[in-house]
T-cell receptor, first 112, second 111 residues
Framework: DTAVSQTPKYLVTQMGNDKSIKCEQN?????MYWYKQDSKKFLKIMFS???????INETVPNRFSPKSPDKAHLNLHINSLELGDSAVYFC???????????FGPGTRLTVL | GENVEQHPSTLSVQEGDSAVIKCTYS??????FPWYKQELGKRPQLIID?????GEKKDQRIAVTLNKTAKHFSLHITETQPEDSAVYFC??????????FGDGTTLTVKP
């Protein structure tokens, strides 16, 4: 009965590759987010979706393309991976745009 | 919000002492201020939150205060325990869906 789930948990890949991370929530929430947490533990919002519509895009390189096929899913596709993309990526969801966010377990991406 | 400053970046206290973490925000549209706790290797989880129409909220050993005029809010943990050791993040949120986190405070509670 996991609330917010992400796959994969770990991702190790070479520079220049393309990879995807999937996120699903079973809480019935209407808003979903992607965050990047770097090695210094800073947590930065990347994207926010409300009812499948993109509402926040925080100057993220266009190599990152989120997709929300329905309200329960928000996937993140990354093209031409770079060393600086290595981080933990967290998906989160909330009911409404200014409420408690429930985070997924994170995906640790390592680019070699 | 636009920018959230969080202090201190590290905090070490003796078990039983109090811990205070402070945040300042700049976006006047911010109306929701959550605090998240992140244990090592785990996901952030909400511990307490406050909305802009409230000045203070308490839940057992933790409390949050908000000064909307000065645009700052604080987390207070009393009678700290070793299991309180974690990274704490403040955040501010707007109705537009913008969510900005502070840089985090690493709290260490020494037994």
């Amino acid at each position: 009965d996991t609330a917010v789930s992400q796959t994969p948990k770990y991702l190790v890949t070479q520079m220049g590759n393309d990879k995807s991370i999937k996120c699903e929530q079973n809480l019935g929430h209407d808003t979903m987010y992607w965050y990047k947490q770097d090695s210094k533990k800073f947590l930065k919002i990347m994207f926010s979706y409300n009812n499948k519509e993109l509402i926040i895009n925080e100057t993220v390189p266009n190599r990152f393309s989120p997709k929300s096929p329905d309200k329960a899913h928000l996937n993140l596709h990354i093209n031409s991976l770079e060393l600086g993309d290595s981080a933990v990526y967290f998906c989160a969801s909330s009911q409404g745009k200014a409420n408690e966010q429930f985070f997924g377990p994170g995906t640790r991406l390592t680019v070699l | 919000g636009e920018n959230v400053e969080q202090h201190p970046s590290t905090l070490s206290v003796q078990e039983g002492d109090s811990a205070v973490i402070k945040c300042t925000y700049s976006d006047s549209a911010s109306n929701y201020f959550p605090w998240y706790k992140q244990e090592l290797g785990k996901r952030p989880q909400l511990i307490i939150d406050i909305r802009s129409n409230v000045g203070e909220k308490k839940d057992q050993r933790i409390a949050v205060t908000l000064n909307k005029t000065a645009k700052h809010f604080s987390l207070h943990i009393t009678e700290t325990q070793p299991e309180d050791s974690a990274v704490y993040f403040c955040a501010d949120n707007t109705n537009a869906g913008k969510s900005t986190f502070g840089d985090g405070t690493t709290l260490t509670v020494k037994p």
